[in-house]
């Protein structure tokens, strides 16, 4: 077994590889930019090597800068973890010519499959379903626009080096696959040092499903079941789960045989996904290998009892696999949420900043039986940075049926608390309660279809509302009496508290009553409703869990001006509890209305702006391009939302700016 292993990597997944290396005793290095110094992976390995400035074109995917550490360590293996140089060919040659093993799958595997022209010609010669495409390179835009009239549209445009959702444009006429083909390849290139592009047949309404193998280096390969990774934004992947709520026992076994072969052909070993396109009828197409740990491999591992990542370092230190194909089970059900530093109250644009509170929930089996995991690599007091991905954390759960992992999910997102950023949070919490993705229908339009106008928050249902009232009620009594309770004052000559409120949040106006009942305050609504609800809270604590009606519901709390601010399950609301006077006063006060930006563009996310494409005096369309910013690796497009006239441009290419920055004005 290994002595020392050097982690080529950063944040969530350096953290996940050093806590299982721990365990298995092994001594640990990690390697770090300028961004990274006080970085959460830095701190928990056993040595930490600098490598260079933030850009990670000037430091993580460094060849020789991750030679050089493992020299002054003297480290027996490297574990790339996922995304820099993972698949890179390259990188494990040259650890194999230092005598370093390459925790991971052998170069060739890693060059034949990490090219996805190669792979799908490879995957068809190994009898696997492929999906119908042009696999030769292609030279420039007008290429392309042949090429997909050719294939029909909708076509998929991608880079041939690509992963996470980089470098992938959909593209349903010749203007899109003329535009997607740039951009596709100005991202490969920034993201991967390689801009070679191919096009493949969109398939409507589809499901991504990928299947886990893994091998040892004495001809086993085995696959452990399927994970379903259906819900993505821009190609990237927000919501996991194993297994597919959609796939049969013959459907799986198909798709993990074909996996199996297709590892096989290229004499694959280690851990490696490969993933799949499934229609409507369970037919499924190739659509490429992964030669690399998944970030989604928390919910195999929770299915399984596998910790692929110790499975993965025995193999590259020799060692047979420990089990057959017979042994693998898959048990129960595992529900992953990816938390990323991205607002999706701004159509899920980047966020960074100092992380001003990080309380993730207690991780380990609940009393309900239910697990709780989050992989991480961030920490209170610590920074999202701009120049790496804006994953913040992996929170899994894990219960013996969908529906229970599914509440597990919905509860400790609610527990999780996380401010100072922009986050998905309340986004992932509103997926969790909606009645499509609790029946399992899904699909890669997931997102697109449920929320076409993007993100604005759940608007409570009256129960809701009524809940949310009761919660706040509470809380206003809480206040009231704590303001009350002056010391020192006479008796009989305290403040009394009143009975009666009128409530308002997210448009209800909800007249309550509140008395003390046998368990605890009893709110009663001039509907006839009453619900019994009670707390821990106190004043100050921006997180407390409430018992209403008799279900325990995990709120933040705020101040905000004078009333309470409430989030909950993707709801986001400003409660207002005053007298039934006061309340009547404050309905004939005058509403403030925002400041008028319509004739600006400004700048949505902090970022690097890349073109500027129009100039002053310029007439523009509605939908056309005006500018690019890129951010967190990715290059957003930022167009108008009608006809005209620019007046003055105040951003130049190269520039730096910080969110809601100036980019142009309009007349």
């Not at 990597?9 to 300028?34: F, P």
């Not at 696959?223 to 927000?238: A, D, F, M, P």
Request: with cysteine; glycine share 10%.
């Amino acid at each position: 077994m290994f002595k020392k292993i050097l982690i080529a990597n950063r944040g969530e997944i350096a953290c996940r590889v050093i806590k299982t290396a721990q365990k298995l005793g092994i001594a640990t290095v990690a390697v770090y930019s300028d961004a990274d110094r006080e970085a959460l992976h830095v701190k928990m390995a056993d040595e930490a090597v600098h490598i260079g400035p933030a850009p990670s074109n000037q430091s993580y995917i460094v060849i020789q800068k991750i030679i050089d550490a493992i020299r002054q360590t003297g480290a027996d293996a490297v574990h790339p973890g996922y995304g820099f140089l993972s698949e890179n060919p390259n990188f494990a040659e040259a650890l194999k010519a230092e005598g370093v093993a390459f925790i991971g799958p052998p170069p060739v595997a890693i060059e034949a499959m990490g090219d996805k022209i190669t792979s799908k010609k490879i995957a068809a010669s190994a009898g696997v379903n492929t999906v119908p495409g042009h696999m030769g390179l292609i030279e420039d835009a007008e290429e392309a626009v042949k090429i997909a009239n050719s294939i029909g549209y909708p076509v998929m445009i991608k880079a041939s080096a690509g992963g996470g959702g980089k470098g992938m444009r959909i593209a349903w006429n010749d203007a899109e696959a003329r535009e997607g083909f740039q951009s596709s390849k100005n991202e490969a290139k920034s993201s991967f040092g390689d801009d070679r592009i191919f096009i493949e047949k969109f398939v409507t309404q589809p499901r991504h499903i990928e299947i886990q193998v893994l091998g040892d280096q004495h001809g086993n390969l085995l696959y452990l079941g399927e994970r379903e990774c259906s819900i993505q934004r821009r190609n990237q992947k927000v919501i996991e789960e194993a297994p597919s709520p959609f796939l049969d026992a013959e459907t799986r076994k198909a798709m993990g045989e074909q996996a199996v072969a297709l590892g096989k052909a290229v004499g694959y070993f280690s851990a490696g996904t490969v993933e799949f396109i499934v229609d409507g009828n369970r037919n499924f197409y190739f659509l490429e290998m992964n030669t690399r740990l998944q970030v989604e491999h928390p919910v195999t591992e929770l299915i399984t009892g596998i910790d692929l990542v110790e499975e993965m370092i025995r193999v590259a230190a020799g060692e047979k696999l420990r089990f057959s194909q017979a042994d693998v089970k898959l048990n129960g059900w595992a529900i992953e949420s990816r938390l990323y530093a991205e607002d999706p109250y701004r159509n899920f644009l980047p966020s960074i900043g100092r992380l001003t509170r990080y309380r993730p929930p207690i991780e380990g089996k609940r009393d309900d039986g239910t697990i709780v995991r989050n992989d991480t690599g961030v920490f209170e007091g610590g920074e999202i940075s701009m120049y790496y991905d804006p994953m913040i954390a992996k929170l899994c759960t894990w219960a013996p049926d969908r529906l229970t992992a599914v509440e597990a999910m919905g509860r400790a997102l609610d527990d999780f608390e996380v401010e100072g950023i922009g986050h998905n949070l309340p986004f992932l919490s509103a997926v969790m309660d909606q009645e499509r993705f609790r029946s399992g229908a899904l699909t890669t339009a997931y997102i697109a279809e449920e929320f076409p106008d993007g993100f604005a928050g759940v608007a409570p249902s009256e129960a809701d509302a009524q809940k949310l009232a009761a919660v706040a009620a509470l809380i206003n009594q809480f206040a009231q009496r704590r303001g009350a309770q002056i010391s020192g004052s006479l008796a009989n000559h305290q403040r009394p508290v009143g009975a009666d409120w009128v409530v308002t949040l997210a448009g209800f106006t909800l007249p309550l009553h509140v008395r003390d009942g046998a368990d605890g305050t009893v709110v009663e609504f001039d509907d006839g409703t009453a619900l019994a609800v009670s707390s821990d809270w106190l004043p100050g604590h921006p997180h407390a869990n409430f018992a209403v009606d008799g279900a325990s519901i995990g709120v933040k709390v705020s101040r905000s001006g004078t009333g309470w601010r409430l989030r909950w399950r993707g709801m986001d609301v400003v409660t207002h509890v005053r007298s039934p006077r006061v309340a009547e006063l404050a309905r004939l006060m005058p509403v403030k209305l925002p400041p008028d930006t319509s004739k600006m563009l400004l700048c949505p996310m902090p970022g690097v702006v890349t073109s500027i494409l129009v100039k002053a005096g310029d007439t523009v369309e509605a939908g056309q391009s005006l500018a690019t910013v890129e951010a967190m690796k990715m290059e957003n497009v930022l167009r108008a939302e009608r006809k005209g006239t620019v007046k003055h441009v105040a951003a130049t290419a190269g520039e730096s700016l910080a969110v809601d920055e100036l980019i142009m004005e309009f007349e």
